[in-house]
């Protein structure tokens, strides 16, 4: 039987002034649809090594895309509350952040 699970995966804040958001994108002990769970301090690593503290390398995307239009800015901030793996990411003028993003986040 197949059953649809709905996670509430979401901006957890949007800073209208120094336009900025903070989403969700990752919830920790949760069961997905491929049986897969995401134990807590899976990130741990990465987050250190290629957040904004390292290399710098993790971007804020769109729609899962993996294509430079799909790029919206990369995290200034990359953590963990609770269950839920977050980033904060500024805004950036581009016809991306500016016409699809900015607009939902608001």
Do not use: C
């Amino acid at each position: 039987m197949y059953q649809k699970k709905v996670y509430d995966l979401k901006a957890l804040d949007v800073d209208t002034t120094n336009r900025k958001v903070k989403v969700a994108f990752s919830r920790m002990g949760n069961i997905d649809r491929d049986g897969d769970v995401i134990m807590p301090g899976a990130f741990s690593r990465t987050f250190a090594a290629k957040g904004p503290s390292g290399t710098n390398e993790i971007w804020h995307m769109t729609d899962h895309g993996w294509r430079l239009e799909n790029a919206l800015s990369k995290y200034e901030e990359l953590g963990v509350e609770g269950d839920v793996a977050y980033g904060v990411a500024p805004y950036r003028d581009s016809f991306m952040w500016r016409e699809v993003a900015w607009p939902l986040y608001e």
